[in-house]
């Protein structure tokens, strides 16, 4: 019995450590995905709640809602917003 080894390359060590991390990559996309579709079925169910009560004549409470848009808001910071700059007045 003859035993070959094949000895892996750097290009191929290279690419199977890209292979294996752009798996692990997908993985987490997947996963974030995931919470994305869950959170924005829950929100679309508040939303429809809320459309309800509205249509029964009811006064609905929007903080939960109102919560749930500030969090996603929240995941990226708002740009600082730089006040206008006014043009001088001349006398």
Not at 38 to 53: R, S
Not at 56 to 84: F, H, I, R, S
């Amino acid at each position: 019995m003859c035993w070959r080894r094949k000895w892996m390359t750097r290009k191929d060590l290279r690419e199977l450590v890209e292979e294996i991390m752009m798996g692990a990559v997908q993985d987490a996309v997947d996963v974030i995905t995931g919470q994305l579709d869950k959170a924005k079925g829950e929100i679309l169910t508040a939303i429809t709640a809320l459309e309800a009560q509205v249509e029964a004549g009811e006064v609905p409470n929007l903080d939960a809602l109102k919560a749930a848009a500030q969090g996603l808001d929240d995941v990226v910071p708002d740009a600082p917003v730089e006040p206008p700059v006014e043009p001088p007045v001349e006398p």
